[in-house]
């Protein structure tokens, strides 16, 4: 590694102070980078994706900033497991509903991403999530209950959402209302094995992964792009913030054969515990892919109760 990569500095976001890579992309762009640049780097397969999303500045908790935030080569992680309704809502805010498979059974998943070139920098995080139905309307659509399978089009509400890098806490936290915080967090995923570790308060393990890769096949890009929408309360107003992912490379299995994952002691253990997941049904990697995320928009979501 090059001292210039291991020198930082300091730059503000909102009222807050975090430490950035000196000479990375945050560094160099502030968010409104030269594509033509990125292409050029051995990592970052193809920019056509982002050629296609204008950048707008916007005011936000953290400041002005440009939305949205581009992860130019990623690489991701998603186990879906089945759980009792009954756990899931004593965990979602009243106004949510969980996306429900028969009656009484949920969704929830926990997520692995690794994000090699990004507008904020390399960084690594880890999430535990529950599939809810769109807030747009009350009735479950069986498109809505196809896609949320599939990983296409995916409400969600994150219960914890563990970062290993400042600049991407503040963000998620302060920006967008995510229930993150910064710890050890290692991910590595490539064609034949996927690993992750997330450390708890005490260094030790929270929550781990040990996989075997499902075989991967390529997409050109934009030819499959999904999208996660996600809900958060920001000064106690609902907003909702859309991650479209554009996927390059990806598998998935309905085999739990060669997948082990470990539960320690640690917030997101105890998320996915409280849960109550009854069994995994799915586990879909993509060892290569684009996303663009997009600062959160205030949105109507309707009471349960009403």
Request: aromatic share 8%.
């Amino acid at each position: 590694m090059s001292s210039t990569q291991k020198d930082t500095l300091k730059v503000n976001l909102g009222s807050r102070e975090v430490t950035v890579p000196k000479g990375g992309l945050y560094d160099r762009y502030r968010m409104n980078p030269d594509l033509d640049e990125i292409a050029r780097d051995p990592r970052v397969s193809s920019v056509d994706f982002f050629r296609q999303l204008p950048k707008i500045k916007v005011d936000s908790p953290i400041g002005s900033t440009l939305t949205p935030n581009f992860y130019y080569t990623m690489s991701s992680a998603r186990l879906t497991m089945l759980a009792p309704s009954r756990a899931i809502r004593a965990r979602l805010p009243e106004e949510l509903s969980p996306l429900e498979i028969v009656p009484g059974l949920g969704l929830v998943s926990v997520m692995f991403f690794r994000y090699d070139v990004c507008d904020i920098d390399f960084y690594t995080e880890a999430a535990v999530g529950i599939a809810v139905k769109p807030a747009r309307h009350g009735k479950l659509g069986f498109f809505d209950l196809v896609s949320g399978l599939k990983n296409e089009h995916v409400d969600s509400y994150v219960l914890s959402l563990p970062v290993n890098s400042d600049i991407a806490q503040v963000r998620g936290h302060d920006g967008y209302g995510f229930p993150k915080w910064v710890t050890g967090l290692d991910v590595d995923i490539n064609d034949h094995r996927t690993t992750a570790r997330v450390a708890n308060d005490a260094g030790g393990v929270d929550l781990s992964l040990l996989a075997n890769t499902p075989a991967q096949r390529a997409y050109p890009s934009g030819e499959r792009v999904g999208s996660i929408t996600s809900y958060t309360k920001i000064d106690g107003a609902w907003h909702s913030t859309l991650n479209q992912t554009n996927v390059l490379n990806a598998g998935t299995t309905r085999s739990t054969n060669g997948v082990t994952l470990q539960l320690g002691e640690g917030r997101m253990s105890d998320d996915l515990r409280s849960l109550m997941p009854k069994r995994t049904i799915q586990f879909d990697v993509m060892t290569e892919g684009q996303a663009a995320l997009h600062m959160p928009v205030p949105t109507s979501v309707p009471s349960r109760n009403k």
